[in-house]
C-alpha cells in the first residue's frame, strides 16, 4: 500500500468535527445507516462554485462524506481528506487499487474511525483506520506504529462497489460476490454473514433492526430485495422483481417503510418488519445501481435514468410532481434540503427542483463530467462529478444569484394548452377558408369557360 502523503498541513481530529458535541453531517452514502438523503438544514439555492478537487492523475472519485471540515473520498488508489474551505487535499492515504466506493465513519469507534474498501478480485477487502491516524505522519500500512490503536483490516470475497455502512457498532458491507458481511467496528471480526444470491447494488441500508438489500439472483438478470436480521443475518424476508431487467437503486428506510427502484420501471415501498408490499408506481425508465430513493417527510424523491424526478406520497405513493430534465440523471441520488431537492446530470450540471411546486428553480453551468451522488455538509454543497477526470466541486449560497420557477415540459398546463389549441383551431379555419375561398375561384372560372 502506498504511503501517507500531505499537501498542507494536517487538520487534527478536532477541527474535523463541526462543533464541540463532534457531530458528523455526511457521514455515509446518502447521509446515514438508512440512506434517506436528507438534509433538513443543509444550503438552499442559488449557489455558486466555490472550488474544485481534481482527483490526480485522471483518477475515477467516489461520491464524498462530510466529517466536520473535511471532505474525504476515496480515489483509484488513495483514500483524500480535503479542506472542506480551501480544496486543498490535507491528506492521503494509499489504498489497493479496485472499484471505489464511499467510505464511511464512526465518530465513536476508536476516537473517530474511518472505514474505506479497497482491492480488486483476490485482493478485496475493509480497512479501518482512526482519523487522526490518517492524518499524522505514519508509513501508511495499518500494521506499522500509530499514535492511535491501528484499526484492522477484513478480506472481502470480492469487490464491493456500494461501500461499507457502520451503525449500532457494526460494519455492514456488500459484494460483487453476492455476500453480505457485519464486522465489529472496533475490532474487525465478523459478526456473521449471508448470502444474497448475486451480486448486491449499492450499500446496505440498515434500520428497524434489519439490513436491507437489492441483488441480482444470479439467473434471469432480476433483482431481489431481501432483508436481514441486524444481529443474526438471519433472512427475514425478500421480493423479487418478475419482469424487467436488473437495473435497481439501493435501498432507503423510513418510518417503517423501505423504498427502492426496481428494473420493471417501478418505484416500490414495502413494510420494513415483513415485506408486506405497501404500494408501486410506474418511473419513466429504469434506475442505477449508486442511486437511491431520498426520504424526508411525508415524501419519497426518487431519479431514474430516462431524465425524471418524481415526488411520491409516502403513504400510498400517489405521484405528487414529476420533473423531465433535457439530461439524463445517470447515477445521481436526490438530496433533499429544505426547500429543494439537489439532483446531479449527466452534462455535468446540478439542478435544485422546489418541494413544493416541483419547479427548477436553480441549475449550474454545465461540465465536468456526470455528477453522482452529492453530499452536504454545514453550508455547502458537495458534488462528485465523475469518469476518467474525476473531482469534487464546492458549493456555497451566492447572495448575487437567481433563481429561476421553470415547469417540467412533461407537466400539462391547461391555460396554455387552451391557448395552443385556439392558435392552431385559428390557424386551421384559416387555412379552410383560404382553400375554400380557392376552390369556389376555380370552379367558377370552370364555368365561364364552359359557357
Do not use: C
Not at 455558486?48 to 492523475?57: E, F, L, S
Not at 456488500?174 to 450499500?203: E, F, I, N, R, S
Request: aromatic content about 8%; cysteine-free; proline content about 6%.
Amino acid at each position: 500500500m502506498a504511503g501517507v502523503t500531505f499537501a498542507v498541513g494536517s487538520l487534527g481530529l478536532a477541527a474535523a468535527r463541526a462543533d464541540a458535541t463532534g457531530a458528523v453531517e455526511w457521514p455515509m452514502f446518502q447521509g446515514g445507516p438508512a440512506h434517506t438523503g436528507a438534509a433538513p438544514e443543509g444550503v438552499d439555492p442559488p449557489l455558486k462554485p466555490t472550488w474544485r478537487y481534481p482527483a490526480t492523475g485522471g483518477a475515477v472519485v467516489s461520491s464524498p462524506v462530510v466529517v466536520g471540515k473535511m471532505v474525504i473520498v476515496e480515489t483509484s488508489d488513495s483514500v483524500v481528506g480535503i479542506d472542506d474551505t480551501t480544496g486543498n487535499a490535507a491528506w492521503t492515504h494509499g489504498r489497493e487499487s479496485g472499484p471505489v466506493a464511499p467510505v464511511a465513519f464512526d465518530p465513536d469507534a476508536l476516537g473517530g474511525l474511518i472505514v474505506f474498501s479497497q482491492g480488486e478480485v483476490g485482493s478485496a477487502g475493509l480497512v479501518a483506520a482512526p482519523l487522526e491516524s490518517l492524518e499524522t505522519p505514519t508509513s501508511g500500512k495499518l500494521s506499522g506504529p500509530h499514535p492511535k490503536p491501528a484499526g484492522w483490516t477484513f478480506t472481502l470475497d470480492k469487490p464491493t462497489r456500494g461501500g461499507p455502512t457502520i451503525v449500532d457498532g457494526n460494519v455492514f458491507v456488500a459484494t460483487d460476490g453476492g455476500t453480505v458481511y457485519a464486522v465489529d467496528v472496533t475490532t474487525g471480526q465478523q459478526v456473521w454473514q449471508a448470502k444474497a444470491g448475486g451480486a448486491v447494488v449499492g450499500a446496505p441500508a440498515v434500520s428497524d433492526g434489519k439490513v436491507f438489500v437489492v441483488a441480482g439472483n444470479g439467473k434471469d438478470f432480476h433483482d431481489r430485495l431481501i432483508a436481514y436480521d441486524e444481529t443474526t443475518g438471519k433472512q427475514a424476508w425478500a421480493y423479487s422483481q418478475t419482469i424487467g431487467v436488473a437495473a435497481a437503486t439501493a435501498p432507503s428506510v423510513a418510518g417503517g417503510r423501505v423504498f427502492v427502484g426496481l428494473g420493471d420501471g417501478s418505484v416500490r415501498a414495502f413494510r420494513a418488519a415483513n415485506g408486506d408490499p405497501l404500494w408501486a408506481q410506474g418511473a419513466g425508465s429504469d434506475f442505477r445501481a449508486n442511486s437511491a430513493p431520498a426520504v424526508s417527510g411525508d415524501s419519497v424523491y426518487a431519479t431514474d435514468s430516462g431524465a425524471a424526478l418524481d415526488r411520491f406520497a409516502v403513504d400510498d405513493g400517489r405521484r405528487t410532481w414529476n420533473f423531465l430534465f433535457d439530461q439524463g440523471i445517470v447515477v445521481g441520488a436526490p438530496l433533499v434540503s429544505s426547500s429543494v431537492v439537489y439532483v446531479g446530470l449527466s452534462d455535468g450540471s446540478v439542478a435544485a427542483v422546489n418541494v413544493s411546486t416541483g419547479n427548477l428553480v436553480w441549475r449550474s453551468v454545465a461540465g465536468g463530467g456526470s455528477v453522482g451522488p452529492l453530499a452536504a455538509g454545514g453550508d455547502a454543497l458537495f458534488a462528485q462529478h465523475q469518469g476518467s477526470q474525476g473531482s469534487i466541486v464546492a458549493f456555497a449560497r451566492d447572495p448575487q444569484g437567481a433563481l429561476t420557477d421553470i415547469a417540467s415540459p412533461s407537466r400539462l398546463d391547461p391555460g396554455r394548452a387552451l391557448l395552443d389549441f385556439l392558435v392552431a383551431l385559428a390557424i386551421v379555419v384559416v387555412f379552410l377558408a383560404v382553400f375554400w375561398v380557392l376552390e369556389t375561384r376555380v370552379r367558377r372560372r370552370g364555368r365561364e369557360v364552359a359557357a
